[in-house]
């Protein structure tokens, strides 16, 4: 019977083989979009290897760009980009449970904004736009509360449950021996400990990592190694099969892994980098032209008589006897009009790249053709169009990455007794996540145009016909609204909080007509007294005056 170590080294060399299709395009995207990337792409040992080949840089540009843009529109530590809801309506109206779901908000974002989770996530969109793949695992700290592994395209593989997600990761995760002693103690194979003792630390171990779904796992048991998920290391040098540095476990997914865009099962994303490979080869294709080109013209290639060698260096003078400039020979003369047409093809290439790789839509107020500035609505709706082809990726990101994220700061922070005590409606309830960033609310503008133009139509009708008032429900108007504007909960009163507000207000208006009506009442009283004590013919004023 297997191991669990051979079990899980079998299952990796599946992976191996799913991830290996990818693994050229992936070295051609780093070679020439992302240098600093390609390190764990090129050897066991995670050796950099420097590129000297890249002639233009515009393909780095782009997916800076494109990196940048995503970092600050779905997940800026700068603007709110999540809340926090329960699946109760009702209960979401609750005015303690919003405070309370508010003040967890509050410190899950200072929690975040101490760890190095932000810098993670912006490498994370990176790979993200380049390779079509990234992963990234948060473990505990003692005192950081937090830290987050971003991990490169070729350094690790990912499969997917049978919900099609991401639910196991397994990577390399080399260690110099010191590293390995710090981390795993006597666990580690008697040759690293042999290395260690003889002061040889920074040789290299082969660890790997195993994270995946604990299927073994005793839910009546609470120990590691019976939690929702296990991780195991393992010295892929130590030749004892049944022997691991570590198995510990997880309440929650530790990792995200999203993926920009899939076909059918496919486990690995496909990318704006590699729709952006062909164009980034023919950029530099078109580069070196063009530089050839300048060279043929500045230095043209020449046939000299015997004994005559041209310095080809400015001021220099060659002399020679019995020569004239009609036996120096230029056998092809580079027409100049050739550097500007090599330029033009450049910069349609650089264009398609722009395009290819999203950089355009993040610097579209930049790049806008014409008088500058625009108006807010021209630029509005040119985002909008453009958005709409973002959205898938928007919601795969939302729903692979950063709700992952999320779970797993709320479980480290409630685990960490970092959160306030949950009031007693709300215990039990299952909490949802709603995304309020900047490129989640872009996609959402449409619906608050309409709202707003529905405002705008009834109040111009209503000044003609003013029943029309009465078919719009301005309270839900509000609420609608100030949902898709992503508006914090606490500004919004709920519905019981506002009833009481106008029936307060309604009794006030109420006592201010009683009261300008006293006066009135008061002098009338006044009157029929008079009457009733003014005697006319032996009767009252008042009798005759009501006919008795």
């Known amino acids: 019977m297997l191991t669990l170590r051979e079990r ?61 843009g995503m970092t600050s529109g779905l ?72 830290v987050c592994h971003a991990l490169t395209a070729g350094e690790y593989w990912i499969a997917a449950g049978n919900a099609l997600k991401a639910d196991t990761l397994y990577r390399r995760t080399p260690m110099t021996v010191s590293q390995a002693v710090e981390a795993f103690g006597n666990a580690v194979s008697p040759q690293v400990m042999n290395m260690y003792d003889r002061s040889n630390y920074h040789e290299l171990v082969p660890v790997f990592q195993a994270i995946e779904p604990n299927t073994e796992r005793d839910p009546g048991r609470i120990d590691n190694r019976n939690k929702p998920f296990r991780s195991l290391y393992w ?19 530790p990792f995200w892994a999203p993926r920009w865009e899939t ?102 107020i930049t790049n806008m053709q014409g008088i500058q500035p625009r108006n807010v609505e021209e630029i509005a709706s040119r985002n909008e169009e453009k958005l ?41 309830q299952s909490l949802k996540v709603e995304f309020v960033s900047i490129l989640t609310q872009m996609q ?26 009465d078919k719009l429900d301005v309270d839900e108007m509000i609420d609608e609204f100030a949902e898709r504007a992503g508006a914090p909960a606490k500004m919004i009163r709920t519905a019981e909080m506002v009833k009481g507000i106008r029936d307060a207000r309604a009794q006030q208006q109420q006592a201010e007509q009683m009261a300008q009506t006293m006066p009135a009442v008061r002098d009338g009283a006044d009157a029929a007294r008079l009457l009733s004590e003014t005697d006319v013919g032996g009767t009252s004023a008042l009798d005759m005056l009501v006919g008795a």
């Open 388 to 428: 709409t082809q973002l959205g898938p990726v928007i919601e795969r990101v939302n729903n692979e990455k950063l709700e992952v994220a999320i779970d797993r700061t709320f479980g480290l922070m409630e685990r960490g007794g970092l959160l306030p005590p949950a009031p007693e409606a709300i215990q039990g």
């Open 75 to 146: 997940s800026s530590p700068s603007r709110p980009w999540f809340t926090l809801r329960t699946y109760d309506d009702e209960l979401n109206e609750d005015w303690e449970a919003k405070a309370w779901l508010s003040e967890v908000e509050r410190r899950m974002y200072a929690f975040l904004a101490t760890t190095n989770f932000y810098g993670a996530a912006k490498a994370g969109y990176g790979e993200l736009g380049l390779f079509g793949t990234e992963a990234c695992v948060m473990v505990e700290h003692r005192t950081e509360g937090a």
């Open 263 to 364: 076909v059918g099962a496919d486990v690995y994303g496909y990318s704006p980098g590699m729709d952006c490979l062909p164009s980034l080869r023919e950029l530099q294709l078109q580069v070196k032209r063009r530089n050839q080109a300048i060279d043929q013209l500045v230095n043209p290639e020449t046939i000299v008589p015997p004994g005559v060698k041209l310095t080809r260096q400015p001021g220099n003078t060659v002399t020679a006897a019995s020569i004239d400039a009609g036996q120096v020979i230029v056998p092809y003369q580079m027409p100049y009009q050739a550097v500007d047409a090599i330029r033009q093809e450049i910069d349609r290439t650089k264009q398609q790249t722009d395009q290819l790789s999203y950089s355009d839509l993040f610097m579209a």
């Open 235 to 253: 010295d892929e040098n130590d030749g004892r099969k049944d022997h691991l540095l570590r198995y510990t476990g997880y309440e929650e997914q």
């Open 444 to 469: 959402r503008m449409v619906g608050i145009g309409q709202i707003e133009r529905t405002a705008g139509f009834v109040g111009n009708l209503a000044a003609v016909f003013p029943e029309a008032v």
């Open 8 to 68: 899980c080294e079998k299952r990796l060399h599946g992976m191996k083989q799913v991830r290996q299709p990818f693994e050229e395009e992936w070295r051609d995207i780093a070679k020439y979009a992302a240098t600093a990337r390609s390190r764990f792409l090129n050897s066991e040992t995670n050796q950099r290897r420097r590129n000297v080949k890249i002639l233009d840089e515009h393909g780095i540009y782009a997916f800076r760009t494109l990196t940048a």
